[in-house]
């Protein structure tokens, strides 16, 4: 009789440890939206596929009705999937943990830094410096000097915004723009790259003088056993929902070069109900990858660390200007996850790209 009593007792302890979890909320930070006076942080991400994985129909010229419809929107600050200069900087430190990580999210700034004689912290104070006094009115030598130091800080997409708002006749060598520096604006310039085709070349069309870095590969890490870490990785992956993205991926492709191709991709790839389908092919399936390692938990770990570090890097652009209209220019699977995040922020309103696109 006493060990039943202590049973029921312990249950019933147990029952109400089980109540009180599923009664607790947390602190819901996304129901206290502000400021209540003055004008709010309007935050569009558009999702976006790497047009550097486009098929060979892709020509830039395609993009003109996004380009017209986001510049429409006419926002005031643009963020991009680019690794500061900095952040590159920083990781070039720590080659046991980074070394694959730089080898393909970074350009080496050397050539830079013999033209101007800045490394990557220096440069970043002087464009630093010169933003904060830049003139109403720039000379095309000013510009030529802030694409030199932008170049030299590693921050490509910021120094082709300069390059695109110099007159044809003016995008030449001089102030620390050498010829190879010429030659590499001149790379950016039609490299088939969102951050360069989309963002640079809207900033430029708004009258901005840059770009913003957000992307973060510092939760990077080796897997102490690549094959089979991908192999685990790929048999998630392996699902009807990802045969679904594959499909319509397809479909969309195969319609490049008619009219209004690319401006139908951006309206598919921004739809409602693709951040699910994302999930189910790929971060719900890794959540429940069987393997007695943990390989999908621990990719999943690394994506939710990514996209909170570019989360506060955008929140962190915003802080720079309040009040001001941002765009993010992410790949397509960042964007259900960037807005869940930045909703949370108190100073922060999402904005539905599907209307821009209409």
């Known amino acids: 009789m006493r060990v039943w009593k202590l049973f029921v007792a312990i249950a019933a302890v147990a029952g109400t440890s089980v109540a009180m979890a599923q009664a607790y909320r947390p602190f819901d930070t996304s129901q206290l939206k502000g400021p209540q006076h003055g004008p709010k942080n309007q935050l569009l991400v558009l999702g976006s596929p790497h047009l550097s994985s486009m098929p060979a129909a892709f020509q830039a010229g395609q993009l003109q009705p996004v380009l017209d419809r986001l510049a429409a929107w006419a926002p005031q600050a643009i963020a991009v999937e680019a690794l500061s200069g900095a952040q590159c900087d920083f990781m070039r430190h720590y080659p046991d943990r980074f070394k694959d990580s730089v080898q393909t999210y970074c350009w080496d700034p050397a050539p830079a830094a013999k033209a101007t004689g800045l ?20 000379k095309a030598a000013d510009r030529r000097r802030l694409a030199a130091m932008f170049l030299a800080g590693g921050e490509g997409a910021s120094a082709l915004v300069q390059w695109l708002r110099l007159p044809e006749g003016e995008r030449h060598a001089g102030e620390g723009l050498d010829d190879t520096l010429v030659a590499r604006l001149e790379k950016l310039r039609t490299r088939h790259d969102e951050s360069l085709l989309i963002a640079a070349a809207l900033a430029a069309r708004l009258g901005l003088e840059r770009v913003y870095s957000m992307d973060d590969h510092t939760a990077d890490a080796p ?17 009807p929902a990802t045969a679904k993205r594959k499909a319509m991926s397809s479909a969309l492709d195969a319609k490049l070069g008619q009219p209004g191709a690319m401006l139908a991709l951006y309206r ?15 971060f719900g399936a890794t959540l429940e990858e069987p393997s007695a390692a943990r390989f999908g938990r621990n990719y999943l770990g690394g994506w939710e660390t990514r996209n909170l570090r570019m989360a506060s890097n955008i929140r962190d652009m915003f802080a720079e200007a309040p009040g001001i209209r941002g765009l993010v220019i992410v790949g397509a699977s960042h964007k259900g996850y960037l807005e869940s995040y930045l909703n949370q922020m108190h100073d922060m309103t999402i904005v539905d790209v599907e209307k821009v696109l209409e």
């Open 223 to 239: 897997v102490a056993d690549e094959k089979l870490f991908e192999a685990a990785i790929s048999k998630a992956w392996d699902n």
């Open 119 to 138: 490394d990557v912290p220096a440069a970043t104070a002087a464009w630093g410096r010169l933003l904060a006094t830049w003139p109403a009115s720039p």
């Open 268 to 282: 598919a790839y921004n739809a409602p109900g693709e951040e699910k389908l994302t999930f189910d092919s790929d």
